[in-house]
């Protein structure tokens, strides 16, 4: 199995502050996997490890088998790992269609390009000349997906994409997942809500306190939902 993403015995920082305690997580080609935890247990600065936000203490972090032993974003996208940051991070004055070739800037050859994405999100082609962030929160999610599928990822980090969205909108964005992840795209699903961890992922890491504490496979059912909202209750 190659491994897109792995994280040895991470330890990371904010200045003084140590938030990942000896992290170890890998995500392979093609697989779906998800990443679970309370607010403040450490996902997103797994990703602002991985992006060079927080800084790498020790440990390694190896992006699509090339080690970084100093992350940058750009490396990150390079590679074909490419995130979806929570907030959704849609860029101010620029249209919905400037925002996603802003996806395109790492000028990597794949499948997606404007049409394709048009097709996935046909709500992106009739809103394209408005401003991206006129948009919905729901419509501005997807404009956060189309913009990473732009960049022809081999893995998407997608942090917490369902955050404040109604359930209806919640259901599209399985669907596109499921959709996305089928074309052969892994996923790194950081998420909070369980029934879409389950419609979507196949494995899951679980994380307290900086760490992950527990690992398995996403069981599709009541019992597996039951069971892994568990692990976020640690
Ligand atoms: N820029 C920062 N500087 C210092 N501490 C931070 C910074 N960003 C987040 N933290 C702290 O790191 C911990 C983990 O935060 P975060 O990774 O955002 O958690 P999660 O995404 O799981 O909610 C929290 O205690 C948070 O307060
Ligand atoms: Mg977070």
Do not use: C
């Not at 992006?51 to 990150?76: D, F, I, K």
């Not at 097709?119 to 997906?145: C, D, N, Y």
């Not at 389950?198 to 992950?212: F, L, P, T």
């Amino acid at each position: 199995m190659s491994a897109l993403l792995k994280l040895e015995n991470v330890n990371a920082v904010y200045g003084a502050a140590h938030i990942l305690h000896d992290l170890n997580l890998q995500v392979n080609a093609g697989e779906r996997v998800a990443l679970i935890g309370r607010n403040g247990v450490g996902k997103t600065t797994v990703v602002n490890t991985i992006l060079g936000l927080a800084t790498l203490r020790s440990g390694t972090v190896h992006v699509n088998a090339t080690l970084l032993p100093r992350p940058r974003t750009y490396q990150a996208a390079q590679q074909g790992v490419v995130v979806v940051p929570q907030g959704r991070r849609i860029v101010a004055n620029l249209t919905v269609e400037e925002n996603l070739q802003l996806g395109a800037a790492v000028g990597r050859k794949g499948p997606w390009n404007l049409a394709e994405i048009y097709k996935l999100f046909p709500i992106l082609q009739e809103r394209a000349h408005t401003p991206g962030t006129a948009l919905s929160g729901g419509q501005q999610q997807m404009l956060a997906v189309g913009r990473a599928l732009m960049a022809n990822p081999s893995l998407i980090l997608l942090d917490e994409p369902t955050e404040g969205l109604a359930p209806v909108i919640v259901d599209q964005l399985a669907t596109i997942f499921n959709r996305v992840a089928g074309q052969g795209t892994a996923l790194l699903l950081i998420e909070q809500n369980m029934s879409l961890v389950v419609r979507v992922a196949q494995r899951y890491y679980a994380m307290a306190k900086g760490s992950v504490v527990a690992q398995g496979e996403v069981v599709n059912s009541r019992e597996g939902l039951h069971d892994i909202e568990a692990h976020v209750m640690v």
